[in-house]
């Protein structure tokens, strides 16, 4: 018979033994998270998601008031053949807009709608790359929200990730075709580089500006750009994967002065394949 303490210690060692085991499922959902992180930092990964954006931007309008304007961002990917796919991504905004002048109210409503295409290869290497046409439409439910333009152009993205690292750029180029002749011509360019951190447990940090020049606007009055710093977490909701990130803007461009800071929340929710 054993004594209790060579007991003591074999179940001291059966401990130990059981313990990875033990940990495998917690390892399996910290990967699962990570692997997650690294999609959502790839604008054009092969992974079905809806983010909602929303953004709180102070200064702007006669008051200085603050405007609300929440981004739907489904991102789609489909299979093209073997070796390439297609990732649309699109923007639909919704805008609560302060006065812009004497004697308005605040604007409710529905933006232009943009549309992005990517064609990208499946099997790139280390650097991943899309390239296709953009579009925005006239949707906007009020003059004051839309540009009542029919516009188009190039846009493109390309980034690198490395053990933790994500880096790149996405720049798009928008030219009105048509629309209403009453409204300014659009012509605007837009680049977003960008910077991601993966610090492990699915949280994840990223810098990404936004610079925005408007040629058709007066001289002075053209360039826009926020600094954007994210914080963001994979985890799940119930059985639902999840990203939430939350972040803070600083404005260091902004047209007739306004503009300040602001901030960014974002729930994405994700659709892994196989989920």
Same mark, same amino acid.
């Given at each position: 018979?054993? @004594?209790?303490?060579?007991?003591?210690?074999g179940?001291?060692?059966?401990?130990?033994?059981?313990?990875?085991?033990?940990?495998?499922?917690?390892?399996?959902?910290?990967q @699962?998270?990570? +692997?997650?992180?690294?999609?959502?930092?790839?604008?054009?990964?092969?992974?079905?998601?809806?983010?909602?954006?929303?953004?709180? +931007?102070?200064?702007?309008?006669?008051?200085g008031?603050?405007?609300?304007?929440?981004?739907v961002?489904?991102?789609?990917?489909?299979?093209?053949?073997?070796?390439?796919?297609?990732?649309?991504?699109?923007?639909?905004?919704?805008?609560?807009?302060?006065?812009?002048?004497?004697?308005?109210?605040?604007?409710?409503?529905?933006?232009?709608?943009?549309?992005?295409?990517?064609?990208?290869?499946?099997?790139?290497?280390?650097?991943?790359?899309?390239?296709?046409?953009?579009?925005?439409?006239?949707?906007?439910?009020?003059?004051?929200?839309?540009?009542?333009?029919?516009?188009?152009?190039?846009?493109?993205?390309?980034?690198?990730?490395?053990?933790?690292?994500?880096?790149?750029?996405?720049?798009?180029?928008?030219?009105?075709?048509?629309? +209403?002749?009453?409204?300014?011509?659009?012509?605007?360019?837009?680049?977003?580089?960008?910077?991601?951190?993966?610090? #492990?447990? #699915?949280w994840?940090?990223?810098?990404?500006?936004?610079?925005?020049?408007?040629?058709?606007?007066?001289?002075?009055?053209?360039?826009?750009?926020?600094?954007?710093?994210?914080?963001?977490?994979?985890?799940?909701?119930?059985?639902?994967?999840?990203?939430?990130?939350?972040?803070?803007?600083?404005?260091?461009?902004?047209?007739?002065?306004?503009? +300040?800071?602001?901030?960014?929340?974002?729930?994405?929710?994700?659709?892994?394949?196989?989920?």
């Open positions: 018979m054993l @004594s209790s303490s060579s007991k003591a210690m179940l001291r060692w059966g401990a130990r033994a059981l313990l990875p085991l033990l940990l495998l499922p917690a390892l399996a959902r910290a @699962s998270a990570d +692997d997650l992180a690294k999609a959502t930092a790839n604008p054009i990964a092969d992974l079905v998601s809806l983010p909602l954006q929303s953004n709180w +931007d102070r200064k702007i309008g006669v008051e008031g603050t405007q609300y304007t929440l981004n961002q489904p991102v789609i990917p489909v299979r093209l053949g073997e070796d390439w796919n297609l990732i649309t991504r699109s923007i639909l905004p919704l805008q609560r807009q302060p006065a812009l002048q004497a004697g308005q109210g605040d604007a409710w409503g529905l933006g232009d709608v943009v549309a992005s295409q990517f064609f990208s290869p499946r099997n790139s290497g280390a650097m991943v790359w899309g390239l296709g046409p953009v579009f925005m439409l006239p949707t906007a439910s009020k003059d004051r929200l839309g540009t009542g333009k029919w516009s188009l152009g190039p846009t493109g993205v390309m980034l690198v990730q490395s053990g933790p690292w994500t880096y790149g750029g996405l720049a798009n180029h928008l030219v009105s075709v048509g629309g +209403d002749s009453a409204r300014s011509r659009v012509r605007a360019t837009f680049l977003n580089p960008f910077v991601s951190y993966r610090m #492990g447990q #699915g994840s940090a990223t810098f990404a500006p936004e610079y925005s020049y408007n040629w058709e606007a007066a001289s002075g009055q053209r360039e826009t750009l926020p600094l954007i710093f994210l914080i963001a977490k994979v985890s799940t909701l119930g059985q639902q994967p999840i990203s939430l990130s939350l972040g803070y803007k600083h404005y260091v461009k902004a047209p007739n002065e306004q503009l +300040d800071n602001g901030f960014r929340l974002v729930l994405s929710f994700l659709f892994p394949k196989g989920s």
